[in-house]
């Protein structure tokens, strides 16, 4: 599976933004797709994530203020009231049984005061 991140930029803080991750390939049945991010320095975290039957995930630190959704093989990730500590790079993953897993390329997110 192919992914490509999209939607990033530079947003002022208690702004919004929906980022795109573009999935081809067969993404299989029993798949898991999920938004990472990762601060500069940081580890990457999860922000949230979504499996083929709907149910949602997420991360503590953004809980409330993303959303996430599966659109024809496409990824979404709607985030608002951003905050400064959200800037980093958003990554797209795909999971699925006996499958390595597959990461995009990732797309900026800077939040500025």
């Known amino acids: 599976v192919q992914l490509v991140e999209s939607g990033g930029g530079l947003v002022q803080a208690g702004g919004s933004l929906t980022l795109s991750c573009a999935a081809s390939?067969?993404?299989?049945?029993?798949?898991?797709m999920g938004w990472y991010r990762q601060g500069y320095g940081q580890k990457r975290e999860l922000v949230a994530q979504i499996d083929g039957d709907g149910v949602k995930g997420y991360g503590q630190s953004v809980e409330g203020r993303v959303t996430i959704s599966m659109t024809k093989n496409t990824l979404y990730l709607q985030l608002k009231s951003l905050e400064l500590e959200d800037t980093g790079v958003y990554f797209c993953k795909h999971a699925a049984p006996r499958r390595p897993d597959s990461w995009g390329q990732g797309t900026q997110v800077t939040v500025s005061s």
């Open positions: 390939g067969d993404i299989g049945v029993s798949w898991l």
